[in-house]
């Protein structure tokens, strides 16, 4: 008996190297081996026997029950040091941000890098900088990245203000249930409610992350396996995220630095140089027009007053980029402003444009009227010299958090273009207005396009 008692303990301490060396398969293995082994042993000493004592045939039948036990255990010890060693070592293959892809925050990659390692089907992740009156949302799935900008009080604090520096998974374990009741919250509205019903949030694991330029919080929604890990690893992803963006939008403060030096290096050399020019064909416009007759005095006469007009233009460019830093966030009254630039517009490229702004008390940032003028700019100008359009329609509407932007015209299309196209669609067939869908997109926002033989209407939706 002692020596049985010796080869179980000799037993069980193989069974725990071999979880060691080999993990949970070499435990399972090992444990049926270990028990084939003991088994023979147990058959072989007790032929040797004229008779067996029921006592010790018990015995004889507990300890290999004792080593699948022993080996079970260990089967599982070895299969979570496993999945955690695998969850690591994905977690030092961070992806990092997307920069390159053109996409509005680089973060696709490493929200699908999350899911893969929490193993869900869904992240949601909403941030804020400590600098910008918006909060921002990105919602990861299969079907790929939604984002949007929404006003800085949408989904209200997230969570209940004593989460609001915690990381938590729903539906509670243990105490926490008690614990948010004991301080008068209900279970229900740990999260805020327009939140979970906006994400059907039903099982989720979250974590905030504070840095000095932005904070946020981390949804992992609809895990159906939780481990006693899951929390200190929705922790460092979160972390892991926040850190990206921060590195994104401190990028992103170095390149407009980069760019406000070469605007005011741009608007110096247009001051001393194209400024210079237009003032020099002004004077020999106005010399010409007094010796010629009416008619081409007149001409000349609206030449010099549209080369005037460039002249503003010009200037006006220059002071704004002289001030960009401290304009940019300055409210404006949108109308007027689009008003002035489409007429002048119009002026410049001979066709008529009917302008509508709605409300007509609508104000905006200077960086997004400086945005929104470029933008319909370039479609007034691509309807006339692409489309060959003569009338042109221009409306504006404001909602509460969004500018809904059409500009339709009577024009020729866009030959071997015609039907409706999202802005997806042409980015991915790297068709239709490049440089639109490209500023409907820096200005968080998209474009849709419909073109036939007989006119075009370009739409746009951006976040005020």
Same mark, same amino acid.
């Given at each position: 008996? %002692?020596?049985?008692?010796?080869?179980?303990? &000799?037993? !069980? /301490? @193989? $069974? +725990?190297?071999?979880?060691?060396?080999?993990?949970?398969?070499?435990?399972?293995? %090992?444990?049926?081996?270990?028990?084939?082994? &003991?088994? !023979? /042993? @147990? $058959? +072989?000493?007790?032929?040797?026997?004229?008779?067996?004592?029921?006592?010790?045939?018990?015995?004889?039948?507990?300890?290999?029950?004792?080593?699948?036990? @022993?080996? +079970?255990?260990l089967t599982y010890v070895s299969a979570v040091k496993e999945r955690s060693r695998k969850q690591l070592a994905k977690l030092a293959t961070w992806p990092g941000p997307d920069y390159g892809k053109g996409l509005q925050v680089p973060i696709e990659s490493a929200l699908a890098h999350t899911a893969e390692i929490m193993c869900v089907p869904r992240v949601l992740i909403i941030w804020e900088l400590f600098e910008e009156p918006f909060r921002y949302l990105a919602l990861w799935s299969s079907a790929g990245l939604e984002y949007s900008r929404q006003p800085p009080n949408r989904f209200g604090a997230l969570v209940a203000e004593p989460l609001a520096r915690?990381?938590?998974?729903?539906?509670?374990?243990?105490?926490?249930?008690?614990?948010?009741?004991?301080?008068?919250i209900p279970a229900s509205d740990v999260i805020d409610n327009d939140l979970q019903r906006t994400f059907s949030i039903q099982k989720a694991i979250s974590a905030p992350f504070i840095l000095p330029v932005c904070q946020g919080r981390v949804f992992i929604l609809d895990r159906e396996v939780n481990d006693e890990n899951d929390l200190l690893l929705a922790e460092l992803v979160a972390t892991r995220i926040g850190i990206d963006l921060e590195h994104y939008w401190l990028r992103n403060e170095l390149e407009e630095a980069a760019a406000s030096r070469e605007r005011e290096r741009m608007a110096r050399d247009l001051h001393d140089g194209v400024l210079q020019g237009l003032a020099a064909a002004n004077i020999h416009l106005s010399l010409s027009a007094s010796r010629v007759d009416r008619t081409t005095a007149e001409q000349l006469t609206q030449t010099r007053e549209l080369?005037?007009?460039?002249?503003?233009?010009?200037?006006?460019?220059?002071?704004?980029?002289?001030?960009?830093?401290?304009?940019?966030?300055?409210?404006?009254?949108?109308?007027?402003?689009?008003?002035?630039?489409?007429?002048?517009?119009g002026k410049l490229l001979g066709c008529q444009i009917s302008i509508t702004v709605e409300p007509l008390d609508v104000r905006v940032t200077a960086e997004t009227a400086h945005s929104l003028r470029h933008f319909l700019t370039e479609a007034v100008s691509n309807a006339v010299r692409h489309g060959k359009a003569d009338q042109i329609q221009v409306v504006v509407r404001a909602t509460s958090d969004r500018l809904h932007l059409t500009v339709m015209d009577d024009g020729i299309g866009f030959q071997d273009l015609y039907g409706t196209y999202s802005g997806e669609q042409l980015a991915a067939k790297n068709i239709g207005p490049y440089s639109l869908r490209t500023r409907a997109r820096d200005m968080g926002g998209h474009i849709t396009l419909q073109t036939s033989p007989s006119g075009t209407v370009i739409r746009a939706e951006v976040p005020v």
């Open positions: 008996m %002692t020596g049985q008692v010796a080869h179980t303990s &000799f037993f !069980a /301490f @193989i $069974l +725990l190297s071999a979880s060691l060396r080999w993990g949970w398969r070499g435990a399972i293995e %090992t444990t049926v081996l270990l028990v084939l082994i &003991f088994v !023979a /042993f @147990i $058959l +072989l000493l007790n032929r040797s026997t004229a008779s067996v004592e029921v006592a010790e045939l018990g015995l004889s039948i507990f300890r290999p029950a004792y080593l699948v036990v @022993i080996g +079970l255990m915690r990381s938590f998974e729903l539906p509670f374990r243990g105490g926490a249930v008690n614990q948010l009741t004991m301080k008068g080369l005037s007009a460039e002249q503003q233009r010009i200037r006006t460019f220059v002071d704004t980029s002289r001030a960009h830093s401290k304009a940019s966030l300055e409210q404006v009254d949108l109308a007027p402003d689009i008003d002035k630039t489409l007429e002048h517009v």
